[in-house]
């Protein structure tokens, strides 16, 4: 199946920094790439539609300015959380699907645990 | 928007014995109906999907039932083992649009 690689997978930031989280699509061109959410024994939650070349679409209640993403290439999206805090903290997983096989199937990154302190 | 509605939250059986965990949707357009497994820690890992022009799909002991015109679609585990004791999620999405997920189920397999 198509690869898709996150990175960092773990990462510690101190308040008020900003931490910039890659996702990749190794073997396949991603147009559309997802952004999830997840805190500690909950679901996935979708927190924004990363478009290559336009703006990302955000899920209602998800701060844009406060969680910037890039998606300039048709392998690469950033999901940066800005001024974090610790109520940021949570496990940030990334998903793509490779269109160009008309594969509905969604491919995801490892995941990213951050931790503000 | 698509709404996920998944139970149990948590389930424990006896290895060797049937799981069975439910998901309703919200939205008559989703077409796609993955379940996936994850490890704490881990990614989500794709177990067995179904699309909405079938009604039932196996994968050994794995099965998922889909009811369109009830809008809900199951998971079923036959002869349970240890190592399928994780979390499980159930997802509906349009196509390759954006994937709602359940509430997930802790699964625990008893020895």
């Known amino acids: 199946g198509a690869v898709v690689s996150q990175h960092p997978s773990r990462v510690i930031c101190k308040s008020g920094t900003s931490v910039k989280i890659e996702c990749r699509s190794l073997?396949?061109?991603?147009?559309?790439m997802f952004w999830y959410r997840q805190f500690p024994k909950k679901s996935l939650m979708l927190m924004a539609t990363?478009?290559?070349?336009?703006?990302?679409?955000?899920e209602q209640g998800v701060e844009k300015d406060k969680f910037l993403i890039n998606h300039a290439s048709l392998t690469l999206s950033t999901l940066t959380v800005t001024s974090a805090h610790p109520e940021d903290s949570s496990f940030y997983i990334c998903?793509?699907?490779?269109?160009?096989?008309?594969?509905?199937?969604?491919?995801f990154g490892q995941g990213t645990r951050l931790t503000v302190v | 928007g698509e709404n996920v509605e998944q139970h149990p939250s948590t389930l424990s059986v006896q290895e060797g014995d049937s799981a069975v965990i439910k998901c309703t949707y919200s939205?008559?357009?989703?077409?796609?109906f993955p379940w996936y497994k994850q490890e704490l820690g881990k990614r989500p890992q794709l177990i067995i999907d179904?699309?909405?022009?079938?009604g039932e799909k196996k994968d050994q002991r794995i099965a998922v039932t889909l009811n369109k015109t009830a809008k809900h679609f199951s998971l079923h585990i036959t002869e349970t083992q240890p190592e399928d004791s994780a979390v499980y999620f159930c997802?509906?999405?349009?196509?390759?649009?954006?994937?709602?997920f359940g509430q997930g189920t802790r699964l625990t397999i008893n020895p």
């Open positions: 179904i699309r909405s022009n079938v």
């Open positions: 990363s478009n290559e070349g336009s703006k990302a679409t955000y």
């Open positions: 998903s793509a699907r490779d269109y160009g096989r008309g594969n509905t199937e969604a491919f």
């Open positions: 997802a509906a999405s349009q196509g390759a649009q954006k994937l709602v």
């Open positions: 073997d396949f061109q991603a147009t559309t």
């Open positions: 939205d008559s357009a989703s077409n796609y």
